[in-house]
Each structure stands twice: as C-alpha cells, then as structure tokens.
C-alpha cells in the first residue's frame, strides 16, 4: 500500500527506501506498476525515483534521496 512507502510530515514527505525500491524494481503484482529492474540503468532508477519523489509539489528531504549506489544490484 502506498501507506507503507510514504508518510506525509508537514509539508514533506518521508519516503521507506527499501519499499520504495522494491515497488521499483519488482512491480506490484496484479497492478499496472511493471517491474523496471531489468530495464533501466542504477542511475536511470535513481533519476525515476527523484522525479517521481519530487513531482506533484512534493519535498522531499536531502537524506531521502536515492542515488545509484542506492540500487540493489540484480
């Protein structure tokens, strides 16, 4: 649930890492999210993850960033 990956704090928004990521990497199973592990990049994993963090008037604290050594290998 996207309860479990976001949290809204005042005007910011703390996101899980680890359920992000595997929301990002694996899919949800029986959901239009698709798994995207074999199809981008660490570094184009990370760039979706900041965009889709930033988007929507979102901010996003600095430590909740993900960077490519972020990105669990396969």
């Known amino acids: ?8 704090q005042n005007n910011s928004i703390v996101v899980n890492k680890s359920k992000y990521l ?7 199973k029986g959901t239009a999210m698709q798994s ?4 981008l990049t660490p570094i184009d994993l990370a760039s979706v993850a900041t965009y889709t963090m930033y988007s929507f008037g979102n901010s996003v604290e600095i430590d909740q960033m993900i960077l490519p050594k972020d990105i669990p290998s396969k």
């Not at 995207?36 to 199809?39: I, P």
């Open 1 to 8: 649930a996207a309860s479990d990956v976001y949290k809204r």
């Open 22 to 28: 595997k929301v990002l990497l694996n899919g949800v």
């Open 36 to 39: 995207f592990r074999d199809q």
